[in-house]
């Protein structure tokens, strides 16, 4: 969900993740079941439809994350 620059995970996500939108890319920290925070920057395409950034974490310092967008 986003207000404004402010992004917010929903409730049906399994992490909790906050964070700043500006063009195509959002910055926050993503917060998992053990309360640790995990920054993070995604670049997000310019169709909308996939993204791309890095996470870190205790194991990997940007550890490589992507995806796209599925099927409504």
């Known amino acids: 969900m986003q207000t404004g ?4 995970s929903t409730e049906e996500s399994y ?3 906050k964070g700043k939108a500006g063009g195509n890319q959002l910055k926050g920290r993503l917060t998992a079941s ?10 997000i395409s ?4 996939s993204f ?3 996470l870190d974490s205790p194991w990997r ?12």
Do not use: C, M, Q
Not at 5 to 8: A, D, G, H, Y
Not at 34 to 43: E, Q, R, S
Not at 46 to 49: A, P
């Open 5 to 8: 620059r402010i992004v917010t």
């Open 15 to 17: 992490y909790e993740i």
């Open 34 to 43: 053990t309360n640790l925070f995990y920054p993070f920057v995604i670049n």
């Open 46 to 49: 310019s169709d909308g439809l």
């Open 52 to 54: 791309e950034g890095t």
């Open 61 to 72: 310092k940007n550890a490589l994350i992507k995806g796209k967008r599925g099927a409504d």
